[in-house]
């Protein structure tokens, strides 16, 4: 009797320990801006998406918590409850139904799923609404393995056209890397453009990344609102050296930009170069036979 009281009083200072522990852990984490943003790179400011998009990544993981420990509370719950006693043999009722259980279970998951889509799809629009009048339009073109940049801004065009970077992973072979720079408070308008295979464009900070297709354009329509340096990449396996296909990103005040721009050649670097034959002229080919 006093061996089993000793035994509980330590199980209950155990778990005291633990809920004491988990709350410090919670309170001390939950103060860190890191934490607040989902581990998320850049800052909610960095663009006109970038608050919208932190917000619905880090509201759906408080909704996934929130779930996870109550699935995990029921289950540790029931392994409790319903354990085997001292004495016992055989084994506990295998089937049981219970109706009323089973259309909630069958109901709460379809109505999660529903309220997820629905703020995914309320965010994915906000996030894609195309620009009127953009201040500036990038055509990006990407290509094995680099990216060329033609700049449309204030009735200027100019052209920054790059090539393969090689990585070596020695110092400042980073600086030769392509570099996107970008007006802050302009609103852009990439129109992403593929010269030979799929590749997608993506600045990790700026949370968003999209496709580039052959034959196709695709947009990413956003607002630079911190000045700063950024890493941008492809992200679409696009063949050997896909993982030294990256740029650098310069968001900077309008003045420089404009300075940077006359360091450019003038003129649009489009479809002339694509390395492969556009699809659709393919296509028509094949039908005229
Ligand atoms: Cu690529």
């Known amino acids: ?10 199980g209950q200072r155990a778990v005291k320990g633990m809920v004491l522990a988990t709350a410090a852990a919670l309170v001390l984490t939950g103060c860190s801006e890191q934490v607040q943003r989902g581990w998320l790179p850049g800052s909610r400011e960095t663009t006109s998406n970038t608050a919208e998009l ?3 990544w880090v509201n759906s993981w408080i909704a996934a918590l929130a779930v996870g420990l109550l699935t995990w509370g029921l289950m540790l719950w029931c392994m409790v409850a319903y354990r085997r006693r001292k004495g016992e043999t055989g084994y506990p009722r295998q089937l049981a139904y219970n109706i009323p259980l089973e259309i909630m279970y069958t109901i709460v998951p379809l109505v999660m799923v529903g309220v997820l889509f629905f703020y995914t799809d309320q965010v994915q629009r906000s996030v894609d609404e195309p620009n009127e009048d953009p201040d500036l339009v990038v ?3 990407g290509k094995q393995w680099a990216w060329d940049f033609n700049y449309s801004y204030d009735g200027d065009e100019r052209y920054f056209a790059g090539t393969q970077a090689h990585l070596t992973g020695e110092d400042g072979v980073r600086d030769t890397l392509p570099t996107l720079y970008l007006p802050v408070d302009q609103s852009v308008t990439f129109e992403l453009n593929s010269r030979d295979v799929i590749h997608s464009f993506w600045i ?4 968003q990344k999209r496709d580039m297709i052959p034959g196709r354009t695709t947009e990413i329509h956003l607002t630079p609102q911190e000045e700063g340096s950024f890493d941008g990449k492809c992200a679409e396996l696009c063949g050997e050296y896909h993982s030294e296909m990256l740029f650098n990103v310069e968001v900077v ?3 420089e930009f404009r300075d940077y721009l006359q360091t450019l050649p003038e003129g649009h670097l489009g479809d002339e170069y694509d390395r492969n034959i556009n699809l659709h002229d393919d296509v028509t080919a094949t039908e005229g036979d």
């Open 253 to 255: 005040s309008e003045q």
């Open 1 to 10: 009797m006093s061996s089993q009281k000793r035994t509980g009083s330590r």
């Open 139 to 141: 055509d990006v073109r």
């Open 204 to 207: 990790p900070a700026f949370l």
């Open 54 to 56: 932190t917000d619905l």
